[in-house]
């Protein structure tokens, strides 16, 4: 289990909502400020999750987010390459038509040593590539069948060529500058190669922010001038995604009557859990639905894979209900399984993953150097926290809210510090939130 706390004491940039900006400017040689900015100019946000990507552009102080060619408001992160000679590149739906083809979870690669033994370090992967050590730099590649190879940069800043794509698309202009969040458990050298990434995408990253730092922005934002507390709020915000779970303690701070600023941000501590996702109940139902094949699919690599669809298909519908029936034709051969999983046996089958639930949230609270009791409220982000064992676990502790938009509050969070990060005309008009983010060394 890949616990780690983070606390006060370790390194902070404090900057007006200015977050790894000497890192991007040191990787990518981007330096903010080159001159005023149009205000006109059009800005990304991306969450760029393990599991999905979401795009949101921001222009004239206005954030929306974007929709991909099937007009859906995220992206599957995964690519596959087509068969023939042109060797084309699928994205998201297009990609995973053919899962056993698809390459999921690349993020999980970024900044990652292949030496560092035979422990699952790469997320819930099925790679239909091998993944070896580039004897150059000691950190991970792709070889694919044909030979050719590819770093952790190169895919995954296929994916944000792809995200960068689909903006200009919806919007009709170019864009460039963009702030991206990523997990707070995220290291300097998967950060640093994320910075890589973006560039090879042509992306001028403005700032890297904290998954929570970005939900915690956008929250500010939406309750500024609501809340009758006087004084500063401390938030706990809980985010399950896919492959891992961080827990963030906020404290929002309403701006002096003099103040230029809107308020301030700032994360007092983060906690997380690299191996507890939503992915790992999938694997659950996965399990189950191979204990209830006839034929067994274990060694079929094409099998598992349409099984890993099936099983994150179930496990969404037993959010809501308790039962779903499960059909998946010439599963091995012409063998077609027909079977059912219940909420019972997921729950069941994943009793060892529940100590681990409630774990991010108190070791953030160590973290921060305060009590459940000193805690204002509780919001869920990601889409972990809608499987009833998850929420049920939660409100055994917390009173567990869910003002905020739990699948777009991170992306537009990281719009928005795009916008307060690009120097233009709109500063004049608009109170800057200041973000005070804790970054892992």
């Not at 940039?13 to 100019?41: I, Y």
């Not at 087509?82 to 053919?98: D, H, Y």
């Not at 537009?412 to 500063?427: E, P, R, T, V």
Request: glycine share 8%.
């Amino acid at each position: 289990m890949a616990r780690h706390t983070l606390f006060p004491s370790m390194a902070r940039f404090v900057l007006a909502a200015c977050l790894l900006l000497l890192a991007a400017m040191t990787v990518s040689g981007a330096a903010p400020g080159n001159g005023a900015v149009d205000e006109a100019e059009t800005l990304l946000g991306i969450d760029f999750g393990s599991e999905w990507i979401k795009i949101a552009v921001m222009r004239g102080g206005k954030a929306d987010i974007v929709l991909n060619e099937n007009s859906k408001r995220k992206s599957v992160a995964t690519l596959s390459f087509a068969e023939g000679p042109e060797a084309l590149r699928l994205f998201g739906e297009s990609a995973m038509a053919k899962p056993q083809n698809a390459l999921q979870y690349i993020r999980e690669l970024l900044g990652k040593c292949h030496s560092l033994g035979s422990r699952n370090l790469f997320g819930p992967h099925h790679f239909p590539s091998t993944v070896q050590a580039d004897p150059a730099r000691g950190v991970c590649r792709l070889v694919r069948k044909g030979g050719e190879k590819y770093s952790a940069e190169t895919l995954n800043a296929m994916l944000l060529t792809y995200a960068r794509e689909l903006a200009e698309t919806q919007e009709k202009v170019s864009v460039r500058r963009c702030v991206i969040s990523v997990p707070a458990y995220f290291t300097d050298a998967e950060r640093r190669a994320l910075l890589v990434a973006a560039r090879i995408a042509g992306l001028e990253v403005l700032a890297l922010v904290s998954d929570g730092a970005a939900v915690a922005l956008k929250y500010s934002i939406e309750t500024v001038g609501a809340s009758s507390q006087a004084g500063p709020r401390r938030v706990v915000i809980y985010d399950m995604g896919a492959t891992g779970t961080a827990a963030s303690v906020v404290e929002l701070t309403p701006p002096l009557p003099t103040s230029t600023s809107a308020g301030t941000v700032r994360i007092l501590g983060a906690a997380w859990d690299r191996e507890l996702g939503g992915a790992a109940f999938t694997e659950r139902i996965r399990s189950l639905l191979v204990a209830a094949a006839k034929q067994s699919p274990a060694k079929d690599a094409r099998a598992m894979a349409r099984l890993r669809v099936k099983a994150n298909e179930a496990k969404e519908v037993l959010s809501a209900n308790k039962q779903v029936p499960v059909t998946v034709e010439e599963l091995v051969g012409e063998y077609d399984l027909r079977t059912s999983v219940s909420r019972v046996q997921l729950d069941a089958a994943a009793q060892d993953l529940v100590p681990r639930i409630l774990t991010p949230a108190t070791d953030a609270l160590a973290a921060a150097g305060i009590s459940s009791s000193q805690v204002d409220s509780f919001q869920v982000v990601g889409g972990g926290w809608r499987m009833p064992l998850v929420r049920a676990e939660l409100d055994t502790a917390w009173q567990v809210g869910t003002t905020l938009n739990a699948d777009e509050s991170n992306v537009l969070g990281a719009a928005w510090l795009a916008y307060f990060l690009a120097d233009g005309k709109h500063q004049a008009r608009l109170r800057v939130v200041e973000l005070v983010d804790a970054l892992p060394r």
